[in-house]
């Protein structure tokens, strides 16, 4: 039988308490948790060690959603609103900061939202816009992939407002949320499979929260499950889905939740950034990461 991702007695674990809307988490090797508060315009982190959550970098030009990268540098989706950079930008080993894309074919991004990167090293990000689009230079909100040359490549562009982007290890499907908050919007977790072309086309919908709040952040585990944070009020939390759609489980978080990631030693442990708090919550799974990997 399978393993079943969440155990018996798992408890959530509240960590920090203090964010406007904590989102973005990303463990580093050390099991120390980066997560942003975009609104207030900073990057935290709690440092394992010591239980201690500290900011890390303030302002944070409104970071939003983070990942370590293959060489465990820090790359940074930065919202457009109240003096964001509406660009990706990574934080170098030496203290520097690189901005990695803030255009597209000569006009600025709308609001870079999250990332993921595949086994090539290149980066997948979302780019909606949520709030004021009066200052939008695109013509859509569309997920691109930064080449590995630096060039910047629009690879789906039909979706209304895409935001939680997941990528397979073997580079072959990317699994992505569409929340769209107006009445009526779309508020799905979609899968995208590529073809032999390179090209992005839409296979099937994994779920569906009709009216309520929709997804936003995900991760990955080892066995292919897709822990999606979405939903309100008594639906607020993680919902576990398997690669053929079914749900698994579920995490109540009792606020809305913003996005998770795994860490720990054995990345065992699933880390959710959630309105107000960061939480943790021990599973029977691994997660899949690019960087740390398990066991190093």
């Known amino acids: 039988m399978p393993t079943h991702p969440i155990p018996s007695d ?11 809307f904590a989102e973005g988490p990303a463990a580093d090797a ?13 990057i935290l982190v709690f440092r394992a060690a010591t239980g201690k959550t ?9 970071a939003n959603g983070m990942n370590f990268d293959a060489q465990g540098r820090l790359v940074v989706c930065c919202d457009g609103k109240d003096g964001g950079a509406r660009a990706v930008r990574r934080y170098e080993a030496d203290g520097s900061i690189t901005t990695l894309a ?13 990332l993921c990167f595949d086994s090539a090293a290149r980066i997948y990000f979302t780019d909606p816009r949520y709030g004021d689009k009066s200052d939008l230079e695109q013509d859509c909100m569309a997920v691109y992939r930064i080449e590995l040359d630096g ?8 979706l209304q407002t895409p935001n939680g982007i997941l990528i397979t290890p073997d580079d072959r499907t990317l699994y992505l949320v569409d929340h769209n908050p ?8 979609v899968q995208y499979d590529t073809a032999n072309d390179g090209s992005w086309h839409f296979t099937r919908t994994l779920a569906d929260f009709g009216t309520d709040h929709g997804g ?53 442990t699933l880390y959710i950034a959630a309105s107000t708090s960061l939480y943790r919550i021990r599973l029977a799974i691994p997660g899949q990461l690019v960087w740390p990997l398990l066991g190093l």
């Open 102 to 114: 803030s255009h597209f074919e000569g006009k600025r991004l709308n609001a870079p939202n999250d």
């Open 151 to 158: 060039s910047l490549t629009r690879v789906i562009d039909e």
């Open 182 to 189: 107006e009445p009526g919007g779309a508020r799905t977790l």
């Open 10 to 20: 798992a408890v959530l674990e509240r960590l920090f308490d203090g964010c406007a």
């Open 54 to 62: 500290e900011v890390w970098l303030e302002p944070s030009l409104r």
């Open 216 to 268: 936003d952040g995900m991760a990955l585990d080892v066995e292919g499950n897709i822990y999606l944070t979405a939903g309100s009020g008594e639906k607020a939390g993680v919902y576990v889905i398997a690669p053929d759609g079914t749900q698994l489980g579920f995490i109540a978080t009792s606020e809305i939740a913003g996005n998770c990631t795994f860490g720990g030693p054995d990345l065992q």
């Open 30 to 42: 050390v099991g120390d948790v980066y997560f942003s508060d975009c609104p207030n315009n900073r």
